[in-house]
């Protein structure tokens, strides 16, 4: 089992293309990551929110767990984050990690959400939060080893 990473926008710059590639190779189940990109719509705001979370929506099944990344969700230091995600893994349930568009996702994905998960109050490019949150997943991988997080 892939941890699976949705996050709506075009695909990795090169210089977040390297770093991803860095911390994605350190990766070992059940923490190993996919990425699916789903290109940004273009619609307005509203609109384009409606039609993003769509076809985000249509990507999960029944039976993952999902945890939305958004700025108003719930702060979570790597400890934390490795204590979230190891009942799922641990069990043998798919994990899908959801990063939205340009203006965010629906309420539909909100409700859908089995956790929301803040990584900052700070509002960071969409290329940098993918680069940031692979690295947390190999931090959450290591703590789950037990391995001090902080060395990495």
């Known amino acids: 089992m892939t941890l ?62 999902v945890v939305l990344l958004d700025e108003r969700g719930k702060a979570l230091d790597s400890p934390g984050l490795a204590v979230l995600l190891e009942e799922p893994l641990n069990h043998s349930t798919p994990v899908v990690v959801i990063i939205g568009g340009a203006f965010g996702v629906d309420e539909t994905v909100q409700q859908r959400a089995n956790f929301v998960w803040s990584l900052s109050p700070l509002v960071f490019p969409h290329q940098l939060v993918r680069l940031m949150l692979i690295e947390q997943l190999y931090r959450a991988q290591e703590i789950a080893n037990g391995k001090p997080y902080h060395h990495s």
């Open 4 to 65: 699976k990473i949705i996050s709506v926008g075009k695909k990795h710059e090169d210089w977040i293309q390297a770093g991803v590639e860095r911390y994605q190779k350190r990766l070992k189940r059940p923490f190993d990551a996919e990425w699916l990109l789903i290109a940004p719509s273009g619609l307005d705001s509203t609109l384009a929110r409606r039609e993003e979370s769509e076809r985000i929506l249509a990507k999960l099944s029944r039976d993952d767990y």
